[in-house]
């Protein structure tokens, strides 16, 4: 009796230290995510007038819509372009700075700069940097005899220089996981292998890498939802232009939302987003599960 009262008490005391997890959990996850699913299913009421229960019709509307499948189309390049190039250019520069070499301090604190700078402050930097006329790459390209380009005004280059400024900001970020995890292997690992006669090359693919698993699926699922929760740059940079070349599906929320005034059909693309991260993270964690070793 007194071991079944004390299991309780304990029982009780979890519960209790949970308690605060799951009240903010619940209340800015879990019931945004249901009332966004219920708004989904209505149409707005404007000027006073009640929303409309139409239960799938805004998804019908959604799977008609060609500026959704432009700008989902334009997302899918965009992650391509920024998960597997931030996550490789992280990796390169946590083995760069944790190898033994003068000023190694100052050179990780490079590294990480850009990621402490707001992304207001960042879209406004490379704003400079894109400028038609007066821009620092344009500049570059004159300098060598060559014509400047229109980097945010041309559809053709738009979104890969959205893509450049983005890689630009979230490698350092991810560096630092790397870099702690580099940093929390076994030294022996490494000295075993210098007696077998191991190369450099051979040790990161059979030992290092397989070892990093863990925090390379951690920062997966992170720039996963990075590229998907865009918005802030696209204010500065692009607006979503020119003729939708730039425009992402959390930029199409928000114009759908507060520039359409059609808050209902917003909620239906961001059921549609969460339903889609919800998969691929699903699968990414089944695949690579089997391929990570914890120490």
Avoid: C
């Avoid at 207001?120 to 300098?143: D, E, R, S, T, V």
Wanted: net charge positive; hydrophobic share 55%; charged share 10%.
């Amino acid at each position: 009796m007194v071991e079944m009262n004390a299991h309780r008490r304990m029982q009780l005391y979890g519960a209790l230290l949970l308690l605060p997890a799951a009240v903010l959990l619940a209340t800015f996850a879990y019931l945004p995510t249901i009332a966004t699913l219920i708004n989904s299913l209505f149409l707005p009421g404007f000027r006073g007038a009640p929303t409309e229960f139409v239960g799938l019709e805004n998804y019908r509307l959604l799977v008609e819509d060609s500026t959704f499948w432009r700008v989902a189309g334009n997302n899918l390049i965009y992650a391509l372009g920024t998960i597997p190039t931030s996550i490789a250019l992280a990796l390169a520069m946590a083995l760069f700075v944790n190898a033994r070499l003068p000023g190694r301090g100052f050179v990780r604190m490079a590294y990480f700069t850009p990621t402490i700078l707001p992304m207001i402050a960042a879209a406004n930097i490379w704003m400079f940097f894109y400028a038609p006329q007066i821009g620092l790459f344009n500049k570059l390209l004159g300098a060598l005899g060559l014509s400047g380009v229109n980097w945010l005004g041309d559809p053709g280059v738009a979104l890969t220089s959205v893509i450049v400024m983005t890689v630009w900001k979230e490698a350092g970020f991810f560096m630092i996981f790397y870099l702690a995890a580099l940093q929390s292997m076994p030294p022996e690992l490494r000295e075993a292998a210098d007696l077998e006669g191991t190369s450099r090359w051979s040790f990161f693919w059979r030992v290092t890498f397989p070892l990093l698993m863990p925090t390379t699926l951690f920062v997966l699922i992170n720039a996963l939802i990075n590229a998907v929760r865009v918005v802030d740059h696209l204010f500065i940079l692009t607006k979503g232009g020119p003729n939708n070349a730039t425009n992402l599906l959390l930029y199409y929320v928000y114009e759908n939302a507060f520039s359409f005034f059609d808050r209902t059909y917003a909620a239906t693309i961001t059921v549609v987003i969460l339903l889609v991260l919800a998969i691929v993270a699903t699968v990414k964690f089944a695949i690579l599960d089997r391929r990570t070793h914890y120490q």
